[in-house]
């Protein structure tokens, strides 16, 4: 897992090891402030829901936004939460699989996309990963936030997708 969150930290991401639902909570509430976030929308998968990642965002004052609604809405948003299918530690790259509860917008179009998961995500290659997820319809690649360099080679971080990516793991129960 080290190895995974150092390489998500060369890209420009943010991680963050989590131990328990509590302490996810408060970090919820760090990144609302420090990201200023007034509207979310969250995947609607189990996990998610038993974190309780809308609830806490609701009573942090965010409003939510439904992960199916139009693609204009969604990209109204400053932050969109995702669970993870499969990370690959040597790259620091997360796949996402889309479903119609797991939208792929909800990674794409908001400002700050925020990725939550365990450890039984990690697979050693890219082979693997994506031989567990041949049934998706869709997949997402996310290697740190969105960036772009113009021709004199100027980076530019948020151009063509999130301006800030959070990785957390939760630890698991």
């Not at 390489?7 to 760090?30: H, Y």
Request: proline share 6%; aromatic share 4%.
């Amino acid at each position: 897992m080290a190895l995974l969150l150092g390489e998500i930290e060369k890209l420009s991401g943010v991680t963050r090891r989590l131990a328990s639902r509590d302490e996810l909570g408060v970090a919820l509430a760090e990144l609302v402030k420090t990201e200023d976030v007034k509207r979310a929308t969250v995947w609607t998968t189990p996990d998610l829901a038993d974190l309780g990642v809308g609830e806490t965002l609701k009573a942090l004052g965010v409003e939510l936004v439904p992960a199916q609604a139009d693609k204009h809405l969604v990209a109204t948003c400053e932050l969109g939460v995702t669970g993870v299918d499969a990370a690959l530690p040597e790259t620091g790259t997360l796949l996402l699989c889309s479903s119609p509860e797991r939208p792929r917008v909800v990674s794409l179009l908001p400002r700050v996309h925020l990725a939550i998961f365990t450890s039984a995500v990690l697979w050693p290659d890219l082979h693997q990963a994506f031989a567990e997820a041949k049934d998706a319809g869709y997949s997402v690649l996310v290697t740190g936030p969105s960036r772009t360099a113009d021709i004199e080679l100027t980076l530019t971080l948020g151009v063509h997708g999130p301006k800030a990516l959070y990785a957390w793991v939760m630890n698991e129960p």
